[in-house]
């Protein structure tokens, strides 16, 4: 009886992988991806740290312009953008998360209330001449809820988007990133080396 052959043959020009060959890709490729993934990750970071310090750049463009059109007097979040128009290139924190952009005014942003007003608690928009110290006051940061910048004492409202800080517009233009525990709140006297959303405080006093 002849015995039977299980040799196989292959075609020329047809190359076969093995199972073995096949999961050693697999292993080889997930390596890779795992090692790339953070990299891409912490560009994709970086990226959105350069936009938001843009768009806070650009509330702050906007910002002077309505204090040298209404005698130097804040406007609330809402009047500004309404000054400028929905196509005025006012954005949000591009790494605002999806409840951060249910906020009617710029997502992930908030304004400081003792600066530009909230009508709801009674808070008139204020002068800038006001101020005691714009270099260090805060007009615009970040934050984890859609609320204005008076409730900053809250630890749960404080944004830390980027790389557990948050970026901040004072009154004076400049653009810096703090930890949001380094800035103190409203109600804080500060001893004048922090950045504050007390405008009254003076650093010199």
């Known amino acids: 009886m002849e ?5 196989t043959t292959r ?3 047809i190359f076969a992988y093995s199972l073995v060959e096949l999961l050693i890709c697999i292993a080889i490729i997930t390596l890779v991806a795992a090692i790339l993934l953070p990299v891409l990750l912490n560009a994709r970071e970086k990226s959105h740290a350069s936009d938001c310090l843009s768009n806070l750049h650009q509330i702050g463009l906007a910002e002077r312009i309505y204090l040298n059109d209404y005698d130097g007097v804040y406007p609330t979040n809402l009047m500004l953008i309404a000054s400028f128009g929905p196509h005025s290139g006012l954005k949000g924190c591009p790494s605002a998360g999806s409840k951060e952009r249910t906020s009617p005014t710029l997502p992930g942003y908030a304004f400081n209330g003792q600066l530009h007003g909230v009508f709801q608690a009674g808070l008139m928009p204020m002068h800038e001449s006001e101020i005691y110290a714009p270099s260090f006051t805060v007009s615009v940061g970040e934050v984890t809820v859609p609320v204005a910048i008076n409730g900053w004492g809250d630890p749960l409202v404080r944004g830390r988007r980027h790389h557990n800080g948050a970026h901040f517009l004072f009154c004076d233009g400049h653009l810096k990133w703090h930890l949001p525990d380094t800035v103190l709140a409203v109600t804080d006297v500060g001893d ?6 007390n405008p009254f405080f003076s650093p010199n006093e």
């Open 3 to 7: 015995a039977l052959n299980f040799k």
């Open 11 to 13: 075609r020329p020009g």
């Open 192 to 197: 004048g080396t922090r950045p504050t959303f």
